[in-house]
């Protein structure tokens, strides 16, 4: 996650400046948590569509090893 003195973090797929709280309170914990945290280059915080993405391919790939 890179940092920025106004509060904003990249969103380590995209780029796109996005709120992050790092705690309990930021935004992306109120998202279902359905699939397991990204991990090597998608490490660190994703904007919302980014984690919409995420979530949303994990599924596809899920349905797909489930055929």
Request: proline residues 7%; negative net charge; hydrophobic residues 30%.
């Amino acid at each position: 996650m890179t940092g920025h003195d106004d509060g904003a973090t990249l969103c380590t797929a995209c780029g796109t400046p996005t709120a992050c709280t790092a705690s309990a309170t930021c935004w992306c914990m109120a998202v279902p948590h359905e699939v397991p945290v990204p991990t090597g280059g998608l490490s660190g915080c994703l904007c919302p569509h980014c984690l919409e993405k995420h979530i949303r391919n994990h599924k596809d790939l899920g349905r797909d090893s489930a055929e």
